[in-house]
C-alpha cells in the first residue's frame, strides 16, 4: 500500500472504524484513541497490508485493540455498591430508546456485542465479521443469534421500555 492509498483509507474507514469504537466502548476519548492506534499501526505495516483488505485489517486492529482495553479496565475497576445497586435497581421512569438500547448492548457479553454491533450497525457479511474476531462462520451465527435472544428478552420485558 502506498501512501496515496493509506489516505484514501483513512478518509473512507475512520468514521466508521470510530463508530464501531465508540458503541463498543462508550467512552469518546478512547475510541479516539483506539482509532489513532489502529491507523498508525497500519501505517507501520503499509507494505504488508493490501489496499483491498485494508477494511478487513483496521477492523481487526481495533477489535484487538478493544480487547485489550477490556482486559486492562477489568483488572484495574473494581465495581462500588452504588454502581451494583443502580445496575440492578428496576427502571422507574422512561428513558430514550437509544439509552434502552445502549443498557441492553452493556448487558451482552463482549464478543456478542462486537458482533451484533457490527452486523446490525456496521453491515458486514458474517464472513467479514469472521475475519475481524477471528471467529468461524458459524461461530458468528451463533454469537448473533445468542445476542439477538438476549436483547429480545431484556427489550422485551415492559420494565425496559418503562
Avoid at 99 to 119: G, N, W, Y
Wanted: net charge negative; proline share 1%; hydrophobic share 35%.
Amino acid at each position: 500500500m502506498n501512501s496515496e492509498q493509506y489516505n484514501t483509507c483513512v478518509d473512507m474507514h475512520s468514521d466508521g472504524l470510530f463508530r464501531f469504537a465508540l458503541k463498543n466502548l462508550k467512552d469518546e476519548d478512547e475510541a479516539k484513541e483506539i482509532v489513532q492506534s489502529t491507523f498508525e499501526k497500519m501505517w507501520v505495516r503499509r507494505e504488508d497490508v493490501d489496499f483491498e483488505r485494508a477494511k478487513s485489517y483496521l477492523y481487526t486492529a481495533a477489535y484487538h485493540a478493544m480487547v485489550d482495553y477490556w482486559r486492562k479496565a477489568k483488572r484495574m475497576t473494581q465495581i462500588s455498591e452504588e454502581t451494583e445497586n443502580r445496575m440492578s435497581a428496576p427502571v422507574a421512569e422512561y428513558k430514550g430508546l437509544k439509552a434502552i438500547l445502549e443498557r441492553a448492548l452493556s448487558q451482552l457479553p463482549e464478543v456478542q456485542k462486537t458482533v451484533i454491533l457490527l452486523r446490525d450497525y456496521e453491515g458486514y457479511s458474517y464472513e467479514e465479521i469472521g475475519e475481524i474476531t477471528n471467529l468461524n462462520e458459524s461461530q458468528v451465527k451463533v454469537y448473533i443469534f445468542r445476542a439477538r435472544q438476549t436483547l429480545r428478552n431484556i427489550l422485551g420485558s415492559l420494565e425496559a421500555v418503562l
